[in-house]
């Protein structure tokens, strides 16, 4: 099974609410996933120069303190550390291009969530509720998130496995689905470098997304290209900088809903996720289409 | 009628449950409240499921999964959309969507009437096996698969795939059909059609559409269980 939501913030009000709204949504798509939780939100971009990094370490005592102190001997400054749950958010002055390669290289103790300005992804095994509580979700503001409860199917209950998978800076993607060609993509997707951190078939298709990006492709078209290159069943949220997009498979089995009104966008596997928004029983509400990709960014919003 | 003479449960303050199980309870009971008005369902599945008695349901609001299903005799009306599986397995009765209902309405129901006022997605009517469905606006890919018997009436456009490996069932679309599935043929509209047709509209109250706008559908009967050398495979 696995739930998914995502939410566009088209006022200041549900901006500044938009974890509590997520969090409400992520609640009820509990029992679709209760196994993992994750959200990746879009908020507080960072100076231009700087980069902001979301770091996971299973020690939920980790000496944070001293990777900060590392990252700002290599790059100049004093970064920024701020815990939530067993992550932790890092503002450093270099660009992610930058630190996020330094992390991976020289610091593999540690997880690297996300890279990027404005992104920060979250994301732990357990349940819903618990996830919801452990990061503080309710209190944090921001643009526009997308969040993923899982019910692991193709490979195991990981912190790696779970959603949302990071496709490049400032990008995600979650899921609802299972893919069945995952194994040869992977093997031609590595012999192009991209590097896995799983057996996770979703972590595959993130990885064609930041491959397709990387030769060149735009959010679109590369999410126009798992219709050709995806074999499986699929509902995908992809969030980046500027909004989210989604897309459903050509059988399209996995469920998913969109609603609108003047506040907000949301898309859910369920009505009941978005239920839970304001004014949610008078907003347009419509399923996607099969094999069609609905994208919402930031410009186009007045 | 007034609001006031329906029984009214809250789907905010009544765990599903209990809902459903006085909806139950009415089966072979003359005396209970007939007229139900149920509000807040805010997508919970499962809502009015299973009734087998001579009801009136009206649902303030968007139901979730499996609303109506396996439906006896009631009559039940969603004042909003419905999500997957909406009346699904019906055998009698009456189940209308205002709005657009999700995938595979009335999957497998053996009789009865389903009238959707909105759209469906994809597989409405797969596998029926007696009911009639009437939609008002257009369905999705793959609707009718393996439809058995019963009437599949579209007022709007039908999606790929329409009817594919279907039996004995009829299909009548006014508007676009984006593709037939396997062994699905358009076939001539006779008298007896156009009446069919009338009466649909008739049942499900839908106007300014005329039966001779629309075509009709059904199957070949080419594909291999249809053929009587393979009678002794079975």
Redesign the interface.
Known sequence: MCGIVGLFAKSPEIERDLGRHVAAMLGQMSDRGPDSAGVAIYREPVAAGFSKLVLQHPDLAHDWESLAADLGRMFGGEPSLERRGNHAVLVVAAEAAETEPFVRAHHPEVRVMSAGSVIEIYKETGRPEAFIEQFALAELSGTHALGHTRMATESKVTTEGSHPFSTGLDLCLVHNGSLSNHGPLRRLLQRRGIEFQSLNDTEVAAGYLTWRMREGADLRTAMEGCLEDLDGFYTFAVGSAEGFAVLRDPIACKPAVMAENDDWVAMASEYRAIAVLPGASTARSWEPSPATVYAWERERVA | MSVAERETVDLATTPLRELNQRLHDLAGDAHGPRRWRITNP???HAVACGLDAELEVEID??V??YCAGMNKTAIVRVHG?A??GVAENMMSGRVEIDG?A??YAGATAHGGLLVVHGNT??RCGISMKGVDICVRGDI??LSAFMAQTGRLLVCGDAGEALGDSMYEARIYVRGEVAGLGADCIEKEMRPKHLADVAELIEQAGFDGVRPEEFRRYGSARQLYTFKIDNAGAY
């Open positions: 805010n997508g919970t609001g968007h979730g999964y959309n999500g997957p657009d999700s995938q997605s994809s999705g890919h």
